[in-house]
């Protein structure tokens, strides 16, 4: 399965608009992943960090933001600096080949970026590479309908698909919608 549409970061600075935090509450969506202190955390496609701050702060440890794009991981470092956190360790890497090392993480989070991905098999293999036993995995995926917001239809994956995907790799996957236009697919392997 291959997609492969990325999001400008020129338009980054709509990604940390505080009313984004109505549509998608970042204790909210976070407390699905269950986080714990100490927990060691990779965030796949951070862009500037809207998940990754508020990960830092509730793990009080290592999380690693790996983002392909040199632009987002810049207003990261900015973000995460703004807000005192410094246990964010910044990765320019794609997710089909992930720059850590083999069982480095004990949780895993993406958000909004897997319909972005160039092939989801590379990428769900270097998940299954870089968890630790017991990894629990989050992803916020846009559903395939229609929306003011978020990539076109055409590129997005519907909830089934990319679940039942995730299935057939032998990860055991919940779904849950976080609003009307995305999913959420809570997963271990």
Known sequence: MSCGRRFHPEKADQLLDPRRKEKYPPEKILALLELRE???????????????????????????AIDIEPMMLEGLRDYAKR?????????????????????????????LV?????????????????????CKILILDWEAKEGHEGPPLSVRIPSEKLK???????????????????YALMMSI
């Open 38 to 64: 100490g927990d060691v955390v990779a965030d796949l496609g951070s862009g500037n960090g809207f998940f990754t701050v508020p990960i830092a702060k509730k793990t009080g440890t290592t999380v690693y």
């Open 83 to 111: 807000e005192n956190v410094h246990t964010i360790r910044t990765i320019r890497s794609d997710l089909v080949q992930i720059a850590l090392p083999d069982g480095s993480v004990d949780k895993i989070f993406s958000s």
């Open 114 to 134: 897997m319909h972005e991905v160039s092939d989801l098999d590379a990428m769900m293999r270097e998940m299954k590479r870089i968890a630790r036993a017991d």
């Open 164 to 182: 039942s995907f995730f299935e057939k790799n032998n990860f055991s996957v919940k779904k849950q919608m976080i609003n009307s236009d995305v």
